[in-house]
């Protein structure tokens, strides 16, 4: 059974900075692709990174590029999202997905694992 779990969530002024972690464990944890999403009270969820896990390839949502950074830490087993310059937009329920295939990692639909989600408020 592989488990994520977010931490790093909190409330911060716009212009300020946070960096959340993403620790994973399970005997048999091999992922392909992992990836950062949020969601916003009454809006869906939305794809904000990932990370391939064994070349560590990152693409970055548009609305996040240049001031968020998806990176990982395979000994640790961990992924981390650095966010810089933030914004009162950013503000939602941040979740770390993991999933065993490749292609379509923009899609939720497409991550079997998910940690429990780390609240993001950026106020203005």
């Known amino acids: 059974q592989v488990q994520l779990v977010e931490s790093g969530g909190g409330l911060v002024q716009a212009g300020g900075s946070l960096r959340l972690s993403c620790a994973a464990s399970g005997r048999t944890f091999s992922p392909s692709v992992m990836g950062w999403f949020r969601q916003a009270p009454g809006k869906e969820r939305e794809f904000v990174a990932f990370?391939?896990?064994?070349?560590?390839?990152?693409i970055h949502s548009d609305s996040v590029k240049g001031r968020f950074t998806i990176s990982r830490n395979n000994a640790k087993n961990t992924v981390y999202l650095q966010m810089n310059s933030l914004k009162p937009e950013d503000t939602a329920v941040y979740y770390c997905a993991a999933k065993t295939t490749l292609g379509n990692s923009k899609e939720a639909s497409g991550y079997a694992y998910w940690g429990q989600g780390t609240q993001v408020t950026v106020s203005s």
């Open positions: 990370i391939t896990w064994s070349s560590a390839i990152t």
